[in-house]
């Protein structure tokens, strides 16, 4: 069986303080199959010539938007991948980290989504902290979210059952997500770091 093509979407807007290690995160998994798009709201810092620079490895947009969560749905409907991801500007990966990713979605089959653990790291990169995320458990989720965005890997069937990104939400978008996508089957816990939010 193939390996399934992996999308991932970064929201970006006058990024240039952290996106270079955002994108070398990305691009240094060690995952074959892996489309890397990046979905710019019309930066007017040193974005642009950063995206330039590695535009031989990724696909980029520069076009204005709504919000994240509009940038984010933008960047899906482009996409190939039968597994996408986003993460911000601003975070990072773990190495290995889409490859477990894939891995658990293919040993669960019935899972709509898959998460890991997260750090929190500081302006410099160094951890400070870590989001307490823990087995699924829907009553959890819908009281509280537990699970860090970045280290989430959703199935594209489940998120377009589910609806994809609510796009007049500015700030919880991936917590009504989750919730979404808890409807549609089990999410799938996976004891180990596989990203990092600034």
Same mark, same amino acid.
């Given at each position: /069986? *193939?390996l399934?093509?992996v @999308?991932?979407?970064t929201?970006?807007?006058n990024?240039a303080?952290? $996106?270079?290690?955002? $994108?070398?995160s990305v691009?240094?998994?060690d &995952?074959?199959?892996?489309? =890397?798009i990046? /979905?710019? %709201?019309g930066?007017?810092?040193?974005?642009?010539d950063?995206?330039?620079?590695f535009?031989?490895?990724?696909t980029?947009y520069a076009?204005? +938007?709504? %919000? $994240?969560s509009q940038a984010?749905?933008? %960047?899906w !409907?482009r @996409?190939?991948g039968?597994?996408l991801?986003?993460?911000?500007?601003?975070?990072? &990966?773990r *190495?290995?980290a889409v490859?477990a !990713?894939?891995a658990?979605?293919?040993?669960q089959?019935?899972? @709509?989504? #898959? &998460?890991g653990d997260?750090?929190?790291?500081?302006?410099q990169?160094? #951890? #400070?902290g870590?989001v307490?995320?823990?087995? =699924?458990?829907r009553?959890? $989720?819908?009281?509280?979210n &537990?699970? !860090?965005q970045p280290?989430? =890997? /959703?199935?594209?069937t489940a998120l377009a059952r589910? %609806?994809?990104l609510?796009?007049?939400?500015?700030? #919880?978008m991936?917590? +009504?997500?989750?919730?979404?996508?808890?409807?549609?089957?089990d999410?799938?816990?996976v004891p /180990?770091t596989w990203?990092?939010v600034r």
């Open positions: /069986m *193939p399934p093509l @999308s991932i979407v929201p970006s807007l990024s303080t952290w $996106i270079r290690a955002t $994108i070398e691009l240094a998994q &995952y074959p199959r892996l489309e =890397f990046v /979905m710019d %709201g930066s007017t810092d040193e974005t642009h950063i995206l330039r620079s535009a031989d490895r990724l980029w076009e204005p +938007d709504s %919000g $994240i984010v749905n933008r %960047g !409907a @996409s190939r039968e597994i991801a986003w993460i911000g500007s601003d975070d990072l &990966y *190495p290995g490859t !990713a894939v658990a979605l293919m040993a089959p019935a899972t @709509s989504a #898959v &998460y997260c750090d929190v790291i500081d302006a990169g160094r #951890v #400070v870590r307490p995320t823990g087995p =699924f458990d009553g959890r $989720i819908l009281g509280w &537990y699970l !860090a280290a989430v =890997f /959703m199935r594209r589910a %609806g994809w609510d796009e007049s939400l500015l700030n #919880v991936d917590h +009504d997500l989750w919730i979404k996508l808890a409807r549609q089957g999410m799938a816990y /180990m990203a990092a």
